[in-house]
């Protein structure tokens, strides 16, 4: 799927896939991006929202230690612990406590015995990057038609829909959606951490609704047709300058700051000093910025993530009776 | 000079205050609220930018261990631990990290041997107040003089200038603040907790130099002639609607976010919930809101705090000799 040329010659033919029949919807997997928090306390208290003719989805608040305490995490970030290695190693006491509830979680929703069918994650990001629908490669069409479904029956042009592929070939992903056969991760902001924005929640709501509705529709075999999509697709990571103690040398550039998807040209500033220094992309191609300005990444080293854009044909789909 | 009338027989003849020796600048007096803290650890490194021809002023990183956390504090608020209760309480090993850190930092600047005249605290907030100065009365001309000054010479209309008065009568208030015989606290918003966004950074910056140039303005003698001026002066604490279990029963009003210094009538919605409900305000009066949906006011049950408007004339003010 990942060049016109060699697709076109099914496209019209569809793709068959099973049914979605076991349906997680995960908020909480970070304790302080609100939205998905309530979202999940919401419907831990009564799911009917979450159900559809063809299965029901179930809510789950991912770490509830880190949400009592309004934290990301406790000891490590959950959503980095979700690598087969990790979910794999030997059980010990000394074990991060985000380790073993990846573990637990897993044993839950995605070992073979309770593998779920799609996993929904809910998070928050302090950068603007409106409604942005992760998903980790554009090889799975189930996943792609989601994505183009949303883009064209949840449109908010005040929160508009980006999709972004981290697509890591032959790594051990470390992420929570790893527990689904399918998934979707939602990244809705600008949003401070521990903060509940209204416009936002309302908006993170309605795309888990509409996704389900998909999901409903696919299940009772309605044929999705082909079709094209920009995607955008991790290409690399930028930290912000550094000095050898690893304290910050400078800040995103307020010409950068809040510009997540637009296109920044080699040449262009990406940070700057409080001497005045301004730092300026020296790539030879043109990328589109997101996470711009994270504030739960200054201690990953990401300053913001290089993205490429990718067009991509995806062929008709069809439930597998 | 809370009132026209009580003050206008004197507005031309100036009011006459000792000179300000004595300046110190406090960043991270919350350690997620990052252009105070990138600002002290700057000046702390070269302080060139705070000399001026009457004063050095001396920056000051108030919660260091915070700061290297990123959290906003370790204990408690450090902010709240400058009342005299505490200040003047028996030490104790069991004492709060900030409590005894409060204790040091007043022996350092605010004891009567080494009082420093004039104090600014620097604060970040999630709302959306532009570049909010806070003062604890009316009735101190030098500070009022100040915010006058930053209004009418620090001219920004994309981050405005706005006069916080938190006024508490008779009570032992809680602030660092207290430190001095005057100060100002800089309350610069949006900005997520943890990130720097270099447009709040650099306004941040251009108000304490202004205020350092008010401060030798004045040293030098010159003199600053009455004026006018509108206020907001704090009124009463608004919560979020919570269960009994003290769990969050609705969030701000889409209406009423990023809605700082709008006037508010009563029956205007100000919480929503989930279930699609309206919470209205039920006061007699137009109130004020600030510190809509500030992030680290969730715990201390604040949705948002309502002020009023005040108009004050403020006399003449010239340094006695």
């Not at 208290?45 to 934290?71: I, K």
């Not at 897993?106 to 950068?127: A, E, P």
């Not at 300026?280 to 990953?300: H, L, M, R, S």
């Amino acid at each position: 799927m990942k060049s016109i040329e060699s697709r076109t010659a099914n496209m019209s033919t569809p793709i068959f896939c099973g049914p979605v029949n076991r349906v997680v919807v995960v908020g909480g997997t970070h304790g302080n991006e609100m939205s998905g928090v309530c979202l999940a306390k919401y419907w831990l208290q009564d799911s009917s929202e979450l159900c559809r003719e063809t299965f029901t989805a179930e809510p789950v608040l991912a770490n509830p230690l880190a949400v009592e305490r309004c934290v990301r995490y406790i000891d490590t970030d959950l959503n980095r612990c979700f690598s087969s290695e990790l979910l794999s190693g030997p059980d010990s006491e000394k074990d991060p406590y985000e380790v073993k509830l990846a573990r637990e979680i897993f044993q839950k929703y995605g070992s073979k015995q309770s593998s779920c069918d799609f996993v929904f994650d809910l998070h928050n990001t302090t950068s603007n990057m409106g409604a942005t629908l992760i998903l980790p490669t554009v090889d799975d069409p189930l996943e792609m038609h989601m994505a183009n479904y949303l883009q064209s029956n949840c449109v908010d042009d005040s929160i508009p829909c980006h999709v972004f592929v981290c697509e890591l070939p032959g790594k051990d992903t470390p992420y929570l959606q790893n527990i689904g056969k399918h998934c979707l991760s939602l990244e809705l902001g600008p949003q401070a951490h521990g903060i509940i924005r209204a416009d936002t929640l309302r908006r993170m709501r309605e795309l888990v609704n509409c996704s389900l509705n998909f999901l409903d529709l696919y299940n009772q075999g309605k044929e999705f047709p082909s079709f094209e999509i920009d995607v955008c697709r991790v290409k690399f990571h930028v930290d912000y300058p550094r000095g050898s103690d690893g304290e910050l040398q400078g800040f995103i550039h307020t010409q950068l700051q809040d510009k997540d998807y637009h296109p920044l040209q080699p040449g262009r500033p990406i940070f700057q000093t409080l001497h005045g220094e301004e730092l300026c992309y020296d790539g030879e191609k043109t990328i589109y910025p997101t996470f711009v300005n994270e504030g739960a990444y200054y201690e990953k080293n990401v300053a913001f993530i290089a993205m490429e854009k990718l067009h991509c044909t995806v062929p008709a789909l069809k439930v597998q009776r």
